[in-house]
Structure formats: structure tokens, C-alpha cells
């Protein structure tokens, strides 16, 4: 398989952007906008069993750089949905849509 850059050519993350909403499992679960707790459960199985699948290849190095990376990962989804939220909130509270 070709290697895809993670990075365009701004050094901005668009490219996984890019390949998150080809996903036809992330589409499908956001269609009528409620993310439904099966949809979740299968996405977690979907990332537990890339994480099975990749964890064997990775040497002690490469392991602590992966984890760091999906530590970080974590974060700033989790900051970022945070912050989305606010927003709405904040749009709501004035009328603003």
C-alpha cells in the first residue's frame, strides 16, 4: 500500500480529515446526527482491533512514539468536542444559529 502523508503540503492535518469523512462507518453513524451507542461500540471495536493489528509491529521505540501520539490524539478530540459544545451553547444562549 502506497504511504499517504499524514501532513499536507501547509504541514496542516487535512489529509486525515480527509480520509475520516471517506469513512463509510463514520458517515453512515453521523447521518441523522445522533450518534447511537452501538455506532460507538462498533467504532471502538473497529479502533481496538487496528490497535491488535499494529501493536505487534511496533519495536520498544516506535510503541512509546505511537502512544504518545494516540495519548495526544485523545486529548485534543476531547477538547475539541468540549469547545464545539460551548460554542453551541453559547450560540444557543443568544439566538444564533
Do not use: C
Not at 40 to 67: F, G, I
Amino acid at each position: 500500500m502506497a504511504r499517504t502523508n499524514w501532513f499536507d503540503e501547509h504541514g496542516e492535518h487535512q489529509v486525515i480529515h480527509d480520509r475520516v469523512q471517506q469513512l463509510e462507518s463514520f458517515t453512515d453513524a453521523l447521518a441523522d446526527g445522533v450518534v447511537a451507542p452501538q455506532e460507538l461500540a462498533d467504532q471502538e471495536l473497529r479502533l481496538t482491533a487496528a490497535m491488535r493489528k499494529l501493536e505487534p509491529d511496533l519495536n520498544d521505540e516506535l510503541h512509546a512514539k505511537v502512544t504518545t501520539v494516540m495519548v495526544e490524539l485523545s486529548a485534543y478530540n476531547i477538547m475539541r468536542l468540549l469547545h464545539e459544545l460551548r460554542a453551541e451553547q453559547v450560540r444557543g444562549a443568544f439566538g444564533r444559529r
